[in-house]
């Protein structure tokens, strides 16, 4: 959104729900946040503060020099709740320092002044990186990174954010685990790795939703005429993991079977009974069982997850169903365990026309006179068949 006034190009623009502004000064560039989401009162802001420029009554500020990355790392994760709805979680900053402590280990990104981060020397790092770790593991320090310089913008350290391309080739997450290889690994896993993953097949909770599990949420009979106890998820990875998950039998089972030894809040207590079961215990425990089974490498902690999903959308749950039940942020994520078959095109059908019958059945019958010849003979005939069975 531009304008013009005299010989100076003067522009406001929205970011994080809040206009800026930026112009052109004697030679300088100017920019300022109005801290101000309507547009009209961020131009008469923008119009005073060119004003008392004019005037002599402010000066610009010249901007500091940008701090080197491996300076600016510590006040990044200080700061990494900027431009998010929400502060990120202890474990997502354990994450980014891990990614930002490989990113330091490549000596001329990690002196290089955040201003001066572009294409070429993310290149250059790309390269170095690939020698060692997976294109998985490359994006997740490329992401971190990206992260870290879209606080350093909204902090006003530089001017913009080069463009950060992913790799192609990124693993996923995609094993499935079969009724077989649950068979085998339930009979071998030790506790509580056998609860946890019981818990994360039989309702689609994340690792973290799982181990962070309180006994008061926890409700093992149904209320207000539901048909199953349920799960309340407090929160978790994102805005929409807050909600209630039905309970299997299988998971009632081995809820009831670990309350009658509870002694302490969580569901699953570390060694000690001082809080709740680490998620890395859990992936310790997982991976020397995949190993000892001889298992894929694929199948991680998160494959219960994403078994469950999976068997959902086999057995005909549609993903806004799916969104809901696995906390998902969007229903693009929930639409990949969707894989319509022949049958299930049919089924869909049966059930179509099963209620297009019924509802037709209902009306009272002064409607039905209105209804086409075809779909009056079809209830018609149905009615019959129905009366005779009777008779």
Known sequence: MQEREGSETMAIFKRGGVYWYHFWWNGQHVQKSTKQGNPNIA????????????????????????PALKDFCDTFITNAA???????????????????????????????????????????YIKYRLQKV?????????????????????MGLIDRVPKITLLQGERERDFVLNPAQERVYMSFAPEPLRSVATLMLGSGLRVSEAVGLE??????????????????????????????VPLTAEVR????????????????????????????TVSHQHTKLRRDLKLPEGFVVHSFRHSFG????????????????????????????????????????ERLEAY???????????????????????????????TQQTL
């Open 215 to 244: 006994w008061s949420d926890v409700h093992l009979e149904p209320v207000n005429g539901a048909r199953f106890g349920y799960l309340h998820v407090r929160d978790g990875k994102s805005r929409n993991a807050r909600r209630n």
């Open 310 to 349: 999976t068997r959902l959308g086999a057995s005909g749950v549609d993903a806004f169903v799916i969104k809901r039940v696995m906390g998902h942020s969007s229903v693009a994520v929930s639409e990949k365990y969707i894989h319509p078959t022949p049958e299930s095109l049919e089924r869909a059908f």
């Open 253 to 280: 089972a081995m809820l009831e079977a670990r309350t009658a030894k509870a002694v302490t809040p969580w569901v699953f207590a570390d060694e000690r009974n001082r809080g709740p079961l680490s998620t890395s």
């Open 43 to 66: 131009r008469d802001i923008e119009a005073a503060y060119r004003t008392a420029l004019a005037k002599g009554e402010v000066g610009i500020i010249e901007r500091m020099p940008a």
């Open 134 to 154: 997976t294109p998985t593991r490359c994006n997740h320090d490329l992401r971190t990174l990206r992260r870290l310089l879209h606080v350093a913008l909204e």
């Open 82 to 124: 900027i431009g998010r709805r929400q502060a990120p979680r202890q474990s997502t900053l354990d994450f980014y320092k891990g990614c930002l402590a490989r990113v330091k280990e490549y000596a001329p990104l990690a002196s290089a002044r955040l201003d001066h981060i572009n294409p070429e020397l993310l290149e250059r």
């Open 356 to 386: 297009n019958v019924d509802a037709v059945k209902s009306l009272p019958k002064q409607i039905k006179r209105l209804l086409p010849a075809t779909i009056s003979a079809t209830v018609v005939s149905e009615q019959d068949e129905v």
